[in-house]
């Protein structure tokens, strides 16, 4: 794919977008779409695409940070559960209530005891957001351990991605089989009915990015766009069921 294809379909995927916002804001829709993935996997990169063109007022990106003492005391799921949609908004996470499969259980910021009630409780939670009408979108952007190098070398060596250096980068090669397995469990143990995991592969950032649209649009449910829509290719986007069923395979 060549610089100009790719702007052309990102640009007739934004123009989508916007139909779909438009739509989702007469109908009350709410919609909520979690990020979540290894360092550098491409979050930051296919959210700044998809809010582009969006409402302002209609969409927030939230990327929260650790919790505060206080929040440390509350249900795990309090502080997100504030920054849920609205009628007609979209809010899209930046990571997520998932941290406490993830990170927090490979860096050991939470207990094994609190990791196992996230995991049990979880389900529920989601279900209780499918039961108030929100559209849940789940992605799992998955990257290779080479193309996680080469990227973490590319951000510390940019100036302009200093603010997107954090210390946990420089463990995120060294405890690639921890969080590979944390991963795995979390997917297991959370995909469900009605908060399914969407796995994506990053590794060609530009065509990760135009699918990961594609997805968005085909479910969130606008009846019709102004443009035409692909539908995702099934070899970057997939339901963790084929990782189930053994016809996809997550980085190892």
Partial sequence: M?????????????????????????????????FEGRDSAGKDGAIKRITEHLSVRQTRVMALPKPSDREKTQWWFQRYAAHLPAAGEWAIFNRSWYNRAGVEKVMGFSTPHEQEIFLRDVVSFESMLADSDIVLIKFWLDISKDEQKERLDDRRSDPLKRLKVSPLDAVAQEKWDAYSAARDEMLRRSHHPV???????TDKKKKARLNIIR?????????????????????????????????QALFK
Avoid: R
């Fill in 2 to 34: 060549t610089d100009d294809e790719y702007e052309t379909e990102l640009a007739k995927l934004q123009v989508a977008l916007v139909d779909a916002q438009i739509w989702a804001q007469a109908e009350g829709k709410k919609v909520c779409i979690v």
């Fill in 215 to 247: 997805h968005v649009l085909h479910a969130i449910g606008c009846p019709a766009y102004t443009v035409s829509v692909d539908t995702p290719d099934p070899e970057i986007v997939f339901s963790y069921d084929a990782v189930i069923e053994c016809k």
């Fill in 195 to 201: 908060g399914h995991w969407t796995c994506v592969k």
